[in-house]
């Protein structure tokens, strides 16, 4: 027999609840047939959450038993909380592995092969470039989580603006092969003092932080992946004076 639930989700012209498209999806993955109540005005919803006396939609009703929004429901199937919980390596992993990937592909296409000094190159300065725009996304949050360790900042807080724009044009000069002197020492400079500032706060100090280098909102830990970046810029600088 099939099994069938009632959903109540809010759809109106200005709005459309994503938690209700979710409990829909959820519950059809389930294998329920829905029985989809779309909520079409402010006045239809307000007077559906006095009916039931709930505050937000949407509502999973199941075997005429409420079983209560999107967090509610993926309880109901023994699934853990929507969402990323806790810290994670995994923003900043998926931009290495993406700046693998295209350096992969532009090296074969330009030069028929994969590894080469060029392409480590290559992988430094797009990874520089993309974790530069994960900062510039919201320069204010990155700033508040920057000064916090880097030892730079602290003390001269217009840095912490700078910083992101140094890296990326660092990456792009490295794309464009620009001269050394043009590139190398913005890409030592800022990846010397982020290192020193990461070991300090973090092997020496024993801080527990959020790094700031995917941005300032971010549940990467300040750690060994965090000091890879500042290593990577300084590999990438040294790499340009010797290519």
């Known amino acids: 027999m099939s099994k069938t639930a009632s959903l109540y989700r809010m759809v ?25 109540h779309k909520l079409t005005s402010r006045e239809e ?8 006396d709930v505050k937000t939609t949407p509502q999973t009703i199941i075997d005429d038993e409420r079983v209560g929004g999107y967090d509610d429901l993926r309880s109901y199937f023994d699934k853990e909380p929507a969402g990323q919980t806790g810290t994670t390596y995994a923003p900043v992993i998926s ?4 700046a693998v990937l295209l350096t992969a592909a532009l090296q074969y296409f330009v030069a028929g092969e994969f590894l080469s000094v060029r392409s ?28 916090t360790y880097d030892l730079l900042a602290m003390k001269w807080m217009r840095y912490a603006y700078i910083y ?4 990326a ?4 000069a490295m794309v464009a092969e ?7 020492p913005f890409s030592i400079f800022i990846g010397c003092v982020g290192a020193v500032s990461v070991m300090k706060a ?21 750690g060994f992946v965090s000091l890879s970046e500042n290593l990577f810029m300084i590999a990438g600088g040294l790499i340009v004076f010797m290519y």
């Open 12 to 36: 109106t012209d200005e709005h459309i609840c994503p938690y209700g498209l979710r409990s829909k999806d959820l519950l059809e993955r389930k294998g329920f047939s829905v029985d989809d």
């Open 45 to 52: 919803t307000d007077r559906f959450q006095a009916k039931y």
């Open 95 to 98: 931009i290495f592995a993406l």
């Open 120 to 147: 480590l190159m290559l992988f430094i300065a797009f990874s520089m470039v993309m974790l530069a725009v994960q900062k510039l996304q919201d320069l204010y949050s990155f700033t508040n989580s920057f000064i």
């Open 164 to 167: 992101p724009f140094i890296e």
């Open 169 to 172: 044009y660092a990456g792009v």
């Open 178 to 184: 620009l001269p050394a002197l043009a590139v190398a």
């Open 202 to 222: 973090v092997y020496i100090d024993k801080r527990e932080l959020k790094c700031a280098c995917v941005g300032g909102d971010s549940n990467v830990p300040l």
